[in-house]
């Protein structure tokens, strides 16, 4: 089983930015980034293909977020900069083994416990 544990989550202004981590204990073939709204489904984020380094984003955050993983620490980054109140949610680190990568919740099989960003003016 593989466990992730997500941080960095926390409460800041449109505009502002923010960096979440997730430490893993082992690598996988697909790691990515979700997140769910209240009332809403959760929707996928980011997606970052460790087997030779392709990142796939959601159109909604495509030029604001970058995904990155250091391979020495064990862990993946989401950076997120331009922050809007849209952004708001439960964020979640997410990985799977399946040969399959990109920000569909089908290609994930792990999950983290989960980080609150607010986003509020």
């Known amino acids: 089983q593989v466990q992730l544990v997500e941080s960095g989550g926390g409460s800041v202004q449109p505009g502002g930015s923010l960096r979440l981590s997730c430490t893993y204990t082992?690598?996988?073939?697909?790691m990515g980034w979700f997140r769910q709204a209240p009332g809403q489904e959760r929707e996928g984020v980011a997606a970052?293909?460790?087997?030779?380094?392709?990142?796939y984003y959601d159109t909604s955050v495509a030029g604001r977020f970058t995904i990155s993983r250091d391979t020495a620490k064990n862990t993946l980054y989401l950076q997120m900069n331009n922050l809007k109140l849209s952004d708001t949610g439960e964020y979640y680190c997410?990985?799977?083994?399946?040969?399959?990568?990109?920000?569909?919740?089908?290609?994930?099989?792990?999950w983290g416990q989960g980080t609150q960003v607010t986003v509020s003016s």
């Open positions: 997410a990985a799977g083994r399946r040969r399959g990568c990109s920000t569909y919740e089908k290609w994930f099989e792990f």
């Open positions: 970052l293909n460790t087997n030779g380094g392709s990142t």
């Open positions: 082992s690598t996988t073939y697909c």
